[in-house]
């Protein structure tokens, strides 16, 4: 019998600089996602939830997605590449918006590891990451820069779960 654990995350020594993380899978995002999302954030602004005021209001014409829910997105999609196993997220350096997300648009997210460096007391890693939401149709709408803090393998706490490998067992 052979027990498979789904990795999510990496340790410091699988980060290589130049490296490209595709995640998967895509999500679109629905007028539902994107109202919820306002209402949860406290963001009531009219260009994403009032078809109305989207219409004769703005310059798209529609409503947009608002920018914190694509970011979360794509964040999310990149974690367990990333930063699943991580000991912190240090700071997100760079937001872009590059274009608006629509209703019914679907998000991809792609991650390049652009540095990496021991932390001093040898048991972790700082890794940088940049990573991009792009949408169906090819066009970049997210951008952004993040430093994560990961464990070296040696040092990382072994994975842990609320049962043993009697689960299956014949009883």
Same mark, same amino acid.
């Given at each position: 019998?052979?027990?498979?654990?789904?990795?999510?995350?990496?340790? &410091? $020594?699988?980060? #290589?600089?130049?490296? !490209?993380? %595709?995640?998967?899978?895509?999500?679109?995002?629905?007028?539902?996602?994107?109202?919820? &999302? *306002?209402?949860?954030?406290?963001?009531?602004?009219?260009?994403?939830?009032?078809?109305?005021? /989207?219409?004769?209001?703005? !310059?798209?014409?529609?409503?947009?997605?608002?920018?914190?829910?694509?970011? =979360?997105?794509?964040?999310?999609?990149?974690?367990?590449?990333?930063?699943? =196993? /991580?000991?912190?997220?240090?700071?997100? $350096?760079?937001?872009?918006?590059?274009?608006?997300?629509?209703?019914?648009?679907?998000?991809?997210?792609?991650?390049?590891?652009?540095?990496? =460096? #021991?932390?001093?007391?040898?048991?972790?890693?700082?890794?940088?990451? #940049?990573?991009?939401?792009?949408?169906?149709?090819? #066009?970049?709408? *997210? &951008?952004? %820069?993040?430093?994560?803090?990961?464990?070296?393998?040696?040092?990382?706490?072994? %994975?842990? &779960?609320?049962?043993?490998? =009697?689960?299956? /067992?014949?009883?």
């Amino acid at each position: 019998m052979a027990i498979h654990d789904r990795p999510f995350g990496r340790y &410091f $020594e699988d980060f #290589e600089i130049g490296d !490209v993380y %595709r995640h998967w899978p895509g999500k679109t995002i629905t007028e539902y996602d994107d109202h919820l &999302f *306002c209402m949860i954030t406290m963001n009531h602004h009219p260009l994403h939830t009032n078809e109305w005021f /989207a219409e004769n209001e703005t !310059v798209h014409k529609k409503n947009v997605v608002v920018g914190n829910l694509v970011y =979360s997105i794509v964040l999310g999609m990149s974690v367990p590449d990333v930063s699943g =196993s /991580a000991v912190a997220n240090l700071e997100v $350096e760079t937001l872009k918006h590059s274009k608006p997300t629509f209703h019914g648009d679907t998000i991809y997210a792609v991650t390049k590891v652009v540095d990496k =460096s #021991e932390t001093s007391d040898g048991k972790r890693g700082i890794v940088t990451v #940049e990573t991009k939401g792009i949408n169906q149709r090819g #066009e970049e709408v *997210c &951008f952004f %820069r993040r430093k994560v803090m990961v464990w070296k393998r040696e040092h990382a706490k072994p %994975r842990q &779960f609320p049962y043993d490998d =009697s689960v299956f /067992a014949e009883g």
